[in-house]
């Protein structure tokens, strides 16, 4: 109908949660983790006032696997010379974001990054761009941001580039490098066909060294959790809420109101434990055990796995293997939850909300 290929037409959806998508922290940590292996694409908008130009100086090809060799001169000329509007873009709304820029993005949640692999067009088609459908672009040299201003003839002068290129120097007319702008996860966007991919890879398992999915989906529920909330949670891009609801909406018979409550406070890095309780009343997690390198390389590898749910990673192995042996025969009486409890008090967790809200994480749905 448009001419477009169907491979490179696509519409766009946040990558991340936002009041108008319903779409969980985890299935975006899930989305940005295939975009580390270049399973899905991740796209930013190019900034107001900005135009999206092509830097023939930066070949795609070299620029994200090697640093650039050329030398930089600082002649100038004005724009408006022969040639100088060859680079603008305008018609590139968004630009396409590269592997290792994901991953970057998975560690510090946001990038600092002026040179892109690729760009979206709005489709040609008028019905087809209504709906949002968009058109990728791709060019052999990277895209850049310049202003507006620059882009429409204003008399700024340009930077001008001596390349090394096999057929000898030349020069090349370039708009003046601007500050590296921030792209913070909020503004990253994904295909949303990517969505689909998503959903057919059924329960994620990359994160599940503990095996929990199978044997404790409960303790799975609070560990992805914290794989998904605890840097949000610590520098206050979702609320305690957001993670209740989420936690709620997983498995609601479990994680009634204050299972759910308790379960945030577990996992929540700005969560100031005891507050509010008298000084005598104040318990600690055991520290002895939590020091073991032992305990440490096996429940505390990840960086988001915080004392709290270390220990209740440890209860869960604890329990089961009470379970276990009592169902093999290697123990003729049967745990009960009397003995988790008696337990989960020794390790420091409080009597009352938090012993009852892990102890119906890791029993569920016996109790």
């Not at 042996?325 to 009597?351: C, I, M, T, V, W």
């Amino acid at each position: 109908m448009s001419g477009v290929d169907q491979k490179k037409r696509l519409r766009l959806t946040p990558l991340v949660v936002t009041s108008g998508t319903p779409r969980s922290l985890e299935d975006s940590d899930r989305l940005l983790e295939l975009a580390i292996v270049g399973k899905v694409q991740l796209y930013a908008e190019v900034p107001p006032g900005k135009v999206a130009y092509v830097d023939p100086s930066r070949p795609v090809a070299s620029i994200f696997r090697t640093s650039y060799m050329g030398s930089t001169v600082t002649t100038p000329l004005k724009l408006g010379d022969s040639g100088s509007q060859s680079w603008i873009r305008p018609e590139v709304t968004f630009v396409g974001l590269h592997p290792l820029h994901a991953e970057k993005l998975r560690v510090s949640r946001h990038i600092k990054v002026d040179r892109f692999p690729s760009g979206l067009a709005h489709h040609p088609s008028e019905v087809l761009r209504k709906k949002g459908w968009m058109v990728l672009r791709e060019f052999s040299s990277a895209l850049g941001f310049c202003s507006t201003a620059q882009a429409a003839d204003d008399p700024e002068f340009m930077v001008v580039r001596l390349l090394k290129a096999d057929e000898g120097p030349k020069l090349i007319k370039l708009p003046p490098r601007e500050p590296v702008r921030p792209i913070q996860l909020q503004d990253v966007y994904v295909d949303e066909r990517a969505i689909t991919i998503l959903e057919s890879m059924g329960p994620s398992r990359r994160n599940d060294p503990h095996d929990l999915h199978d044997r404790a989906p409960n303790v799975y529920h609070l560990y992805r959790a914290a794989f998904s909330y605890s840097r949000h949670l610590k520098e206050g891009i979702v609320s305690a809420s957001r993670v209740k609801s989420e936690l709620r909406s997983k498995e609601p018979k479990l994680f009634i109101k204050s299972t759910a409550v308790q379960a945030v406070k577990l996992i929540d890095p700005n969560y100031s434990r005891g507050l509010g309780k008298s000084k005598n009343l104040q318990k600690e997690f055991d520290r002895r055990l939590l020091a073991k390198p032992s305990f440490k390389a096996r429940y505390r590898q990840d960086s988001f796995v915080n004392d709290a749910l270390a220990l209740i990673l440890y209860s869960n192995d604890w329990w089961l293997t009470k379970k276990s042996q009592f169902e093999n025969g290697a123990s003729n009486r049967e745990p009960n939850r009397d003995d988790l409890d008696e337990k989960l008090s020794k390790l420091g967790f409080y009597d009352g909300d938090e012993v009852t809200a892990v102890r119906r994480m890791v029993m569920w749905p016996a109790q």
